[in-house]
Every structure is written in C-alpha cells, then in structure tokens.
C-alpha cells in the first residue's frame, strides 16, 4: 500500500522556522522525482521545491533561498527545511511523488498545516 505521510507543521511566528517531514512506503522511493506543494484558502495549489531521485533539486520563486528540500533515500524520507517564514507562507503543505517517466504525480499525502503569525 502506498502512502505519503507529512508531519512537523504547526504555528509559528515570523522569522522563525519549522521542518516538515515526508514518510514514504510502498514504491520504490529512491527513483521517484518528490515535491513540496501548498496550498492556501481561496488559491490555487503552488509548488514549492521538488527533488529528484538523484538529488536534483527545484524550488519555487517565492521560496528559494529560505526553503531547503532534502531527503534520504536509506530511510524513504523528503525533508523540508523552512526559514524566514512569512505569514504568507501559511498554507497546507502536501508532500507528492512521481515515477520520473511521468509527467503528472501518483500519489499524493494528506497534507500539514503551517500557520505563521505576524
């Protein structure tokens, strides 16, 4: 059974930061491309960094050089390292995989709340 497991969001204020996790289990993680989204109420869903299965790494405007993808493919973890977080960085964060001859993601987890108050 496939499953994408986030955790570590929470309230924080701004200027600080938080880590978010991604468990994965039932692919074989270590090929798969995985991606950071969010998605905020009333907007559409943002991509915030994706990363290879070789470590090849891609993040979205609005987060690069705050924001740190990473993960270890020994443990079938994707970590997101969160910096400088601004109230506008409040979302759900949802943590998705794809196989990399796919262009469109296959699984997709339920998702973290990061709330950050001014």
């Known amino acids: 059974q496939v499953q994408l497991v986030e955790s570590g969001g929470g309230l924080v204020q701004a200027g600080g930061s938080l880590r978010l996790s991604c468990a994965a289990s039932g692919f074989i993680f270590r090929i798969y491309t995985v991606g950071w989204y969010r998605q905020a109420p009333g907007k559409q869903r943002e991509l915030v960094a994706t990363i290879r299965g070789g470590g090849t790494t891609n993040y979205g405007d609005s987060v690069k050089g705050r924001f740190t993808i990473s993960r270890d493919n020994a443990k079938n973890m994707v970590y997101l390292q969160m910096n400088s977080l601004k109230p506008e960085d409040t979302a759900v964060y949802y943590c998705?995989?794809?196989?990399?001859?796919?262009?469109?993601?296959?699984?997709w987890g339920q998702g973290t709340q990061v709330t950050v108050s001014s």
């Open positions: 998705a995989a794809h196989h990399p001859n796919d262009s469109q993601y296959d699984y």
